[in-house]
């Protein structure tokens, strides 16, 4: 999380540094392997969606770690998130 807010500059979304953006964080989320594929993942998702339309944020941001694959999968291809640029 430390990171994440250190490089608030350094993020671009939409073409303005985080920090100048209205955005609320996700995560991070953890799903038992019992419950994988039963879209619990997608109704926290949704959920953090419609609270950042609520509080009116511009973006919803997700820290995932570099090599985190699955989460990568489920985020950006799954949930149609995007990678903010530096």
């Known amino acids: 999380m430390r990171t994440l807010l250190d490089a608030q500059d350094v993020l671009r979304w939409q073409g303005r540094p985080l920090r100048k953006v209205h955005w609320l964080l996700y995560g991070p989320v953890v799903v038992d392997a019992a419950f994988r594929g039963r879209g619990v993942a997608r109704g926290l998702f949704t959920m953090a969606v419609a609270v950042a339309a609520q509080?009116?944020?511009e973006a919803v941001v997700a820290f995932i770690e570099a090599g985190n694959a699955p989460s990568w999968r489920?985020?950006?291809d799954?949930?149609?998130?995007t990678v903010p640029t530096q």
């Open 74 to 76: 489920v985020h950006v």
């Open 78 to 81: 799954g949930f149609g998130m």
């Open 55 to 57: 509080a009116r944020a």
